[in-house]
Every structure is written in structure tokens, then in C-alpha cells.
């Protein structure tokens, strides 16, 4: 039976006391590469941005000679992974409690591997969020964590290989492989969250088919930190209808710490791996940050993304350094290697302007106050168990 718990920090001040560890789990760094595809399909899904996105690409084919390419492009999040492992620690760490830090990037292990040569984070699970293709429509992000450190490389290409090519008998041997690991933990990540606007009914259609399929290889459903109150309840639902465990997931891509994380008295992160999957038992606490309105969370999270930081690393500086398109010969390069004067063009930095103007203290604290919704924070302190 599963038994997974919720408690609010900013109800009950003491909710972490009496536990060893906090664990923070799904977060990103600059190794993560964050797909701009998306902005394609915004000029289908709104017809009014189809004529800027059209004198866009235009103008970049005619004065740069540069095709544009949404789908080749991305952006990478502005924390290093030092950075974010100190980020999400010190926050565990101000609860007197310590940090087990897992960051997950898309589709890659580099994080972990690189900050397993830092002696304070010599310990860090190798983890990964797996795009995983479903049902010819969609994907599914899937976060594995604590793959056996021998076998980390082979287990990112077999994930690889099927990325390529996608086949549902093949994701099953997958999950059936990796629930044979003992000490691998796989956690069904944001899963109500229509990540390619296929229509709520049909997605829900495809989540239902998949946990049908492959739920009793999966280890939990997050309840994500940065998705809104209303989905985070109808995944309690999904949980409790599917019999499974929720688990915390704060899916970080800014500097703000991760929103919620679990509470565990294991010692380290293989025994809290055993507490969910043997024990089927889960404490998720979220912190604070998470009763901020959403749309507030989501203006300060894309704020993050491009924000300069002049005293972080060369390379994570400036926004247009994190962001990456092909050069006129396919090669993928910064942005800020592309501009003409090595600066961007006047419309893309008054767009850039306009949108760092709604951080500014006075229309950033009004806008907060518009979007603040009294109601459901107080539907979420009556849902105490889950």
C-alpha cells in the first residue's frame, strides 16, 4: 500500500523536525539543454504571432544569412552544477537536516560526473530526465536516479538508442531493465502536464495507456514544484487511483531552490531509494516558495533564464551565451557569437527589455498581487495527506 505524505513549511514551521535528510530531487543545470522548438509551435497554436515569427526568419535568411531552426536551437540553464548542488544543499542544510542532492538534466549525465571529482559532492547519484517518445504524439520525462556508476555510460546510450527509435515494446524492456536495478529509482515526472499541446483529453488518454502498461515498473508520480496547485491535485488523484507513491520534484531551471523536496531519515541516497520502493513510504514537504502565485513563479523563472550574472563563470554570464542556433554552416554556436556589432538585433533586445522590465520591484509586486489567489492556498493546507 502506498503511503505518501504532504506537510506545508509555511504552515507548520517544524514540519522537517525529527528527520535526518532532506532530499532534493529533479533539478537543472547549465548542462541541461532546454529545447526552443516550442516557439514554432506557438505562431500554430496562436495565429496572431505567425506574421513576427515569419518576419523573423525572414529577416535572419536576408541580413545574416542564417536559416532559422527552433528545432536545432536551445537554451541552457544559468546555474553551473557546481552552483546548483550548493543552491539546493544549502537549502536542506538552513532545516538542520542533510542534503541529499540529485540533479537530473535532460538527457545527460554530465552534471553528476563532473561533480563527482568535487570532494563535497563526491556522493551525488547519477541521474538523468529521460525524454522518453510515447505514443507517436507525445513524450514522457522520466527521471532516473542513482544509476550504478559502471554502467551509467551504456545505460544513457541504450536510453539514447531508443530515443532514436521509439517503440513501445522496447520502453517496457527498458523500465522492466532498470526496475531490475536494485538501487535505481524511476519517477514518472510532471505526468498531467501536456508537454506538446495534444489536447488534455488525449493526453490523459496516453498517461492512463502508459502506467496501464509499464506503472508497475515505475516507482512514484512527482508532484512538480513549478507546475500549478490544480495539477498537482488531479496527479493526487492519479496516484491514488494507480495505488502509487508521490514524490517530490522541484524541476528548477532559475536560482530560485527547488520548491518542495522529501523528508527521510536515510543515511544516504540508496537507502532513501530503498525506503520508496521497498517501504512504498514518501514524506514531501514544500517549502515556502511554492505559495507564491504561479504565474508570478513562472515571470521570476523565465527572469532567471535571462538575467545576466557578471560573477558567474565565462560562459553563464550573459543570456545570449546560454542560448545556442546554428551558424550559417549548421554549426551549433552562443548567440552572442552570432550577432552582427556583437550585439543582438534592436527587436530581440526590446523584447529582452520588456520582459526584464516586469521584474522591476514595482510591476513585479503589483503583478504579484494580481495573480495571488487566497483560494487555492487554502485548498491546498486542507489537503494534508495524500
Known amino acids: 500500500m502506498a503511503n505518501s505524505t504532504i506537510s506545508y513549511l509555511w504552515r507548520d514551521h517544524r514540519a522537517a523536525q525529527g528527520f535526518r535528510s532532506g532530499v532534493s530531487l529533479h533539478s537543472h543545470t547549465n548542462q541541461s539543454k532546454e529545447t526552443l522548438d516550442f516557439l514554432a509551435g506557438i505562431g500554430n497554436q496562436y495565429p496572431v504571432s505567425r506574421p513576427l515569427l515569419a518576419r523573423m526568419e525572414r529577416k535572419s535568411k536576408a541580413n545574416y544569412g542564417v536559416q532559422l531552426d527552433f528545432a536545432a536551437s536551445y ?37 553528476p ?32 536516479h542513482n544509476l550504478p556508476s559502471e554502467k551509467a555510460v551504456g545505460w544513457m546510450l541504450a536510453l539514447e538508442d531508443y530515443t532514436a527509435n521509439p517503440s513501445d515494446k522496447r520502453l517496457t524492456e527498458i523500465l522492466v531493465a532498470l526496475n531490475d536495478e536494485p538501487n535505481v529509482l524511476v519517477v514518472f515526472n510532471h505526468p498531467l502536464w501536456d508537454l506538446y499541446l495534444i489536447g488534455k483529453e488525449k493526453h490523459e488518454f496516453l498517461v492512463n495507456e502508459f502506467l496501464q502498461k ?22 493526487r488523484r492519479l496516484a491514488e487511483q494507480w495505488n502509487m507513491l508521490l514524490i517530490s520534484g522541484g524541476d528548477r531551471h532559475g536560482v530560485e531552490p527547488n520548491a518542495n523536496i522529501n523528508l527521510t531519515n536515510a543515511s ?13 513510504k514518501s514524506r514531501v514537504l514544500f517549502m515556502p516558495q511554492y505559495a507564491e502565485p504561479w504565474k508570478h513563479r513562472l ?37 552572442s557569437e552570432l550577432w552582427p556589432q556583437g550585439r543582438p538585433p534592436r527587436a530581440i533586445a526590446l523584447t529582452i527589455g520588456l520582459v526584464q522590465l516586469l521584474g522591476s520591484g514595482v510591476v513585479s509586486g503589483g503583478l504579484r498581487l494580481a495573480w495571488n489567489d487566497a483560494n487555492q492556498l487554502r485548498l491546498a493546507l486542507g489537503e494534508q495527506e495524500a
Open 75 to 111: 537554451w541552457t540553464p544559468p546555474m553551473t552544477p557546481r552552483l546548483a548542488f550548493d543552491l539546493e544543499s544549502r537549502q536542506i542544510e538552513k532545516l538542520d537536516m542533510a542534503p541529499m542532492v540529485s540533479l537530473s538534466d535532460h538527457d545527460n549525465i554530465n552534471a
Open 113 to 144: 560526473m563532473l561533480l563527482r571529482t568535487v570532494p563535497s559532492a563526491r556522493h551525488i547519484p547519477v541521474s538523468v530526465e529521460w525524454s522518453a517518445p510515447y505514443g507517436g504524439v507525445q513524450s514522457f520525462h522520466l527521471g532516473i
Open 214 to 235: 509499464n506503472g508497475a515498473f515505475l516507482h512514484a508520480l512527482e508532484l512538480n514544484g513549478l507546475r500549478n496547485w490544480d495539477e498537482n491535485r488531479a496527479v
Open 268 to 280: 544516504c541516497f540508496t537507502e532513501f531509494v530503498h525506503e520508496i520502493r521497498r517501504e512504498r
Open 299 to 335: 515571470l521570476q523563472s523565465t527572469l532567471d533564464a535571462i538575467r545576466n550574472y557578471p560573477d558567474f563563470p565565462q560562459g553563464s554570464r550573459t543570456w545570449d551565451e546560454r542560448a545556442y542556433h546554428p551558424d550559417a554552416n549548421g554549426v551549433i554556436r552562443p548567440l
